[in-house]
């Protein structure tokens, strides 16, 4: 089993930085891909990053793309996302994934194997 536990989320000021945190258990994470989906209210679910079973590539949105990255440390069954330059617009419930084994398999598909339960982010002064 690779059940999926987020951490790291709260309240931070605009500019701000936060690291989100997904655990996992069970040596099948380290096979797995990882994603970072979030949800504001009354949106849609939007993909943020994503990284490969290894830690070797990663992919992002383009309200990612500078500001975010994703890491992980497979000794740890860790994922990591490094916030920063936090706005408002980024407040949302941050969720993990897990599915294939590419970065891109996460962009690319509907359905994944495993979802945590998600940690919230505001971003707001």
């Known amino acids: 089993q690779v059940p999926l536990v987020e951490s790291g989320g709260g309240l931070v000021q605009p500019g701000g930085s936060l690291r989100l945190s997904c655990a996992a258990s069970?040596?099948?994470?380290?096979?797995?891909?990882i994603g970072w989906f979030r949800q504001a209210p009354g949106q849609e679910r939007e993909f943020v990053a994503a990284i490969n079973w290894s830690g070797t590539s990663t992919y992002y949105s383009d309200a990612a793309k500078g500001r975010f990255t994703a890491s992980r440390d497979n000794a740890k069954n860790t994922v990591y996302l490094q916030m920063n330059s936090l706005t408002p617009k980024d407040t949302a419930v941050y969720s993990c994934v897990a599915g294939g084994s590419s970065a891109t398999d996460i962009v690319h598909r509907n359905e994944y194997d495993f979802w945590g339960q998600g940690t919230q982010v505001t971003v707001s002064s």
């Open positions: 069970g040596r099948a994470f380290n096979k797995y891909a």
